[in-house]
């Protein structure tokens, strides 16, 4: 085992790009990623688990059918599973995700912004 | 379900006892809880499952055999399973706790700091 704090920050600092979630640290089963968000992602649906979404900086709107949710920093928001749903920034955020090991970002949907597992922060 | 953000500070505002975990969302078979940390704790295991702390608030240190590890706001780490620990503050911190639904707080040894499930403000 790592005897070290993980600093969320300091994990978002190392790298740019958004909608690459990189894994800080696991918790039985489950990753906590964080991640850099800007702009539109994808519509997409996790049929088979909930997601958690806790902003760190910046302003996160979840948009679902059933109703958009906006998150601030020290705010977090659990998508069920099975609601489709796709984020949007006003401007970058930083946000930690927590799931289960195997998660892909884009959900059912695939395509050009589906990111490889990333555990080199962990 | 509950299209409403979750704001960490605001439900860490409506109590005020220590060692005392709320649940403010559930992540599948996973809870988050607040939780106000203040002194020190009990020495304890919890046998079956990681646990994650994640600190907003003041500074606090899990004291292990292994080793302590002390966390600052914006700093998570995970207790593994297993591994007897026990938590001690500088004043009052405030933290997320997320671990299984059912985990208790004193883990193995009970004793007069054990709560009871908490989900008044989940």
């Not at 920050?9 to 894994?23: D, H, Q, V, Y």
């Not at 049929?47 to 979840?62: A, C, R, S, W």
């Not at 289960?100 to 912004?113: A, E, F, M, R, Y």
Request: hydrophobic share 40%.
């Amino acid at each position: 085992m790592t005897h070290s704090p993980v600093d969320i920050a300091e994990k978002l600092s190392l790298f740019s790009e958004p909608w690459s979630p990189k894994t800080v640290a696991r918790l039985n089963e489950y990753e906590i990623k964080v991640v850099k968000l800007k702009g539109e992602f994808t519509w997409h649906t996790h049929q088979d688990t909930d997601e958690l979404f806790l902003v760190t900086k910046g302003q996160l709107t979840i948009q679902m059918h059933e109703g958009n949710v906006t998150l601030e920093p020290g705010q977090l928001f659990v998508v069920p599973r099975g609601i489709e749903h796709c984020p949007v920034t006003d401007g970058e955020v930083h946000a930690v995700l927590i799931e289960p090991i195997g998660v892909v970002n884009t959900g059912d949907v695939g395509g050009p912004l589906t990111a490889a597992p990333d555990d080199s922060l962990a």
